[in-house]
């Protein structure tokens, strides 16, 4: 089955203690990215990785960090976190083809930050 | 810049009442349209979507939205709404990268 997945769902961690959020797809989809959804705004996009080792920012990078090794995998790093980074996070890859184009989205990850 | 505007940020509707969620998008060339729907608690959900070809594209769950390029519009509809469809709805547009714009979303209430 196609999927997207991440861990933790749920997470609350303190400002400053350093945590990674991962993702993992099993499409072997080239194009990967994160989101970060809150009330009233939308989802807006933080990372986005095109390939292995490379990434870039989306619209929302401050306090964030990625990493793209392997094809499959996508986490998401914050290295001191703070409560405006309280959030529900989406992962999702997606791919192109034949003028189609396909975005699957994980679960999602709720973050508190206190 | 790509943008999409979701301008209603609620709204009511009684079950077997119509639907029409609109959406406008700015975007210089032909768009990819997408509507998806996130219940209370869940992830994403894709709905419907918009490539190219016949404006009107049929979705899930009895949806249908509309693409109408002279008033950039892509408004998702259903004719007769049910109380399991309360839920946020999100338009998205994506141009020729993989990224999605997403719009603030729709809450829809449903009252019996």
């Known amino acids: 089955e196609a999927q997207v997945t991440q861990n933790p769902r749920y997470l609350i961690t303190v400002t400053g203690k350093k945590l990674t959020v991962t993702c993992s797809q099993n499409m072997n989809h080239e194009y990967m990215s994160w989101y970060r959804q809150d009330p009233g705004l939308g989802l807006r996009q933080i990372y986005y990785?095109?390939?292995?080792?490379?990434?870039d920012k989306g619209d929302v990078p401050e306090g964030y960090k990625v990493s793209r090794k392997e094809k499959r995998n996508f986490p998401l790093i914050l290295e001191s976190p703070s409560p405006n980074q309280t959030s529900l996070y989406f992962c999702a890859s997606s791919f192109w083809t034949g003028g189609s184009y396909e975005q699957y989205f994980g679960p999602g990850t709720r973050l508190t930050v206190t | 810049a790509q943008s999409v505007t979701q301008p209603d940020i609620h709204i009511t509707v009684s079950e077997g009442a119509s639907l029409e969620l609109r959406c406008n998008y700015s975007y210089g060339a032909t768009p990819y349209l997408f509507w998806y729907v996130q219940s209370p608690g869940q992830g994403l959900q894709l709905l419907l979507k918009y490539f190219s070809g016949d404006t009107l594209v049929q979705g899930i769950k009895g949806f249908e939205a509309e693409f109408k390029r002279s008033q950039s519009s892509f408004n998702l509809r259903k004719p007769s709404v049910h109380w399991s469809d309360a839920a946020e709805y999100f338009c998205a547009v994506a141009g020729n990268t993989d990224k999605l714009i997403f719009g603030t979303g729709t809450r829809l209430q449903v009252f019996p």
């Open positions: 990785s095109m390939n292995v080792e490379v990434t």
